[in-house]
């Protein structure tokens, strides 16, 4: 079974440039996150998607972040424009939620320079 | 809020050596808790969790167990190797009611580095 997908692996941008993540969840995993992890420190969840729905958002910055999750599979994480702190990787998890505790699978992760 | 601490790296041990990765947690409700690794280059794999008090979770020859009375998830391993050398991360979660599905917090991370 294919892990949960994310491209590009790195990207090196100038500040004020915008740029995009996709994420490719595990095949019937109806749940896909979006977190941020910064040079040494653990990952914090920047949205959460329910199929399409986008259910909680409280901590991606609107003013320059956007995310899609376009019939319910692959997502998309957008940054306009970019800002030297943003430099972190980002990661993308998906998960099957039921009744119980499902396990979060998580890709490999982007690397974002912002230079 | 919930938050979780953890000791704080990098801990360097010799091969065999016995490890042990502290970790504490704060939460209002009734966690589950989780230890994820990281080895260099690859996403984060979950290694063992455990979901209610006393339970003890164990994988791959590391264990830890839920202790509520301490709020304490310490990961212990009884002889390390060099493969185990990676970033070790300490997560808890609550299961919202109904969707199932659930936010997980994480410790900063504890560096391994396991020197043959």
């Known amino acids: 079974e294919a892990g949960v997908v994310q491209s590009p692996r790195y990207k090196i941008i100038e500040k004020k440039q915008p740029v995009a993540f996709w994420c490719n969840p595990i095949s019937g995993h109806n749940t896909l996150y979006w977190y941020l992890q910064n040079l040494g420190q653990g990952p914090e969840l920047l949205i959460r998607?329910?199929?399409?729905?986008?259910?909680?958002d409280s901590q991606l910055p609107k003013d320059r972040f956007s995310a899609e999750r376009l019939k319910g599979v692959d997502s998309t994480l957008k940054i306009q424009p970019a800002e030297l702190g943003d430099s972190a990787v980002y990661l993308c998890a998906s998960s099957f939620s039921g009744e119980s505790y499902n396990e979060q699978f998580f890709g490999p992760g982007t690397r974002l320079t912002v230079l | 809020g919930n938050s979780v601490t953890q000791m704080e790296g990098p801990v360097t041990l010799s091969e065999e050596a016995f490890l042990t990765i502290n970790c504490t947690y704060t939460a209002t409700g009734y966690p589950s808790l989780f230890w994820y690794v990281q080895y260099p280059g690859e996403g984060l794999q979950l290694l063992l969790k455990a979901t209610k008090a006393d339970d003890k979770g164990s994988n791959k020859g590391f264990e830890a167990t839920y202790r509520k009375e301490t709020t304490s998830f310490h990961l212990e391993k009884g002889s390390v190797q060099v493969s185990d050398s990676a970033v070790y991360f300490c997560a808890l979660s609550d299961v919202y009611s109904g969707a199932g599905s659930y936010q997980l917090t994480f410790g900063k991370g504890t560096k391994l580095s396991v020197i043959p």
């Open positions: 998607y329910e199929n399409e729905e986008a259910v909680d």
